[in-house]
């Protein structure tokens, strides 16, 4: 279930890498319904609008998306609802 990665990355592929490996070992451990929580805006935004581009992150992206049509996927809504919270307060 470890996984160890060597070399440098940018922020946002790290993300992107440990978003596809989670979902990978959720679906693996049989979970047909999964959410996937991001603080990282980009990858967000490229999930919840399906945007693949022709870079090592769209790859990725494209990677997760394909991962999740294999179960019910939906993402970020607790730290949507956080973040509308804390800026109402």
Not at 55 to 78: H, K, P, W, Y
Request: charged content about 25%.
């Amino acid at each position: 279930m470890c996984n160890t990665i060597t070399g440098k990355f940018e922020v946002d592929i790290m993300e992107a890498i440990a978003a596809r490996h989670a979902l990978s070992i959720a679906i693996e451990a049989g979970f047909r319904r999964v959410i996937l929580e991001t603080d990282n805006i980009k990858l967000a935004h490229h999930l919840s609008k399906k945007k693949m581009d022709l870079t090592a992150f769209g790859n990725m992206v494209e990677d997760i998306l394909r991962l999740a049509s294999q179960c019910q996927f939906g993402g970020n809504n607790v730290a949507h609802k956080l973040a509308k919270y804390s800026s109402e307060v």
